[in-house]
């Protein structure tokens, strides 16, 4: 197993791996290291130990602790990064590039300037590089990030009145989402669940895990608890002070500590894990015809037919395919007696002159 340590180059910064060549580093320690940037400048985050793995990638070495000159020397290239970011910024006018500049980084052997930008889209800045390691007699690297970056680099102070966690000890973005602030009843208004980057907090995520440990030991909101003065129906929960808002029959709504619920409080789900459920929407016809889940009826498209088939039951056990069709009764077997065979009708010539009677067959169409 290799031995590796590893060090942070920049403040609250990711934490890269080297390997200290058999020497012993101690946390906090300034040291001089060899990374892909050049020569620079980081402080131990994690003392040397043993990384777990055989097939352990090449790693960049360690070259001695910081002396009083490098760290003199650091300080010099930072309060050069500011002229580099000014001259960035007069060609990137110049050049007329759609691109906004963030800071500059220069190495500890002044070799390599490294510049963060933010930008909407791709920018092509080849010109922009070598007017740029023309003028600062380096090597140039531009790199694109995003909001939550440009709050890491730019620092500043967050709601609670300290500085982004961020900047000061975060070095990698947790995912956070909305469901977060739900389960830890914060108001869900974008000014103040949002941080100085325009997006979630990332302290949501901090206490997440406990909350919802702490949802899975108190009832469930709609759940039925038993009270003192009987069964009861939970409208709301205080994680924080273990209490409950019961509203029990014929009694004002009232907040209960959960040490005060008698037995039979949970009904067997309600201190279950609270997970977030998918709503279900249910659409059924206005008739009650169907009540299946998801299927939408339209009553207009049913026939009279099919509304008597859907309410009353039919004697048979044949499907509707099957059934009988429905003989139509023709002129003159109005008053026939079922079961008799009807009676030939001898058709009677009008008189002479006279118009004949109207009859389905010769009646003339109507237009619509």
């Not at 390997?19 to 131990?44: C, F, H, I, T």
């Not at 005060?260 to 249910?282: N, Y």
């Not at 026939?303 to 059934?323: I, K, L, W």
């Amino acid at each position: 197993m290799p031995i590796v340590v590893g060090i942070s180059l920049r403040t609250a910064g990711k934490i890269y791996y080297f390997d200290p060549r058999g020497e012993s580093y101690y946390r906090g320690e300034q040291v001089v290291v060899v990374s892909a940037r050049g020569v620079e400048l980081g402080v131990v985050k994690e003392p040397p130990y043993n990384m777990p793995g055989d097939g352990a990638p090449p790693l960049d070495t360690v070259l001695r602790r910081a002396t009083a000159y490098d760290i003199k020397r650091n300080s010099d290239n930072r309060a050069r990064e500011g002229a580099a970011l000014v001259a960035c910024r007069q060609h990137v006018e110049g050049l007329k590039l759609p691109m906004q500049l963030i800071d500059a980084q220069i190495s500890l052997d002044a070799s390599n300037v490294l510049i963060h930008f933010l930008s909407e889209n791709r920018v092509d800045f080849r010109e922009l590089v070598r007017e740029l390691a023309r003028e600062l007699h380096a090597r140039i690297e531009l790199r694109q990030v995003g909001v939550r970056d440009e709050a890491k680099l730019i620092n500043g102070c967050g709601i609670c009145g300290r500085g982004l966690c961020c900047s000061s000890f975060l070095n990698n973005f947790a995912p956070v989402s909305i469901s977060m602030a739900k389960v830890q009843g914060l108001a869900l208004n974008p000014q103040k669940i949002s941080g100085a980057c325009g997006r979630l907090m990332c302290c949501l995520a901090f206490e997440n895990d406990m909350y919802n440990e702490m949802r899975g030991e108190l009832p469930r909101v709609n759940s039925t608890v038993q009270t003192q003065n009987g069964p009861g129906k939970v409208l709301r929960v205080n994680l924080l002070g273990r209490q409950v808002e019961v509203a029990v029959e014929n009694e004002p709504p009232a907040w209960i500590p959960v040490d005060e619920l008698t037995g039979g409080t949970c009904a067997g789900k309600c201190c279950a894990p609270q997970m977030d459920e998918p709503e279900e929407m249910i659409v059924t016809s206005e008739e009650g015809f169907y009540d299946e889940p998801g299927k939408i009826i339209i009553i207009d498209d049913f026939v009279p037919e099919m509304r008597e088939q859907n309410t009353t039951t039919s004697s048979t056990d044949a499907p509707t395919s099957q059934r009988p069709r429905r003989r139509r009764r023709r002129p003159g077997q109005a008053n026939a007696t079922p079961g008799t065979p009807p009676a030939a009708a001898s058709p009677e010539k009008p008189a002479a002159g006279a118009t004949p009677a109207e009859t389905p067959r010769n009646r003339p169409r109507r237009r619509r």
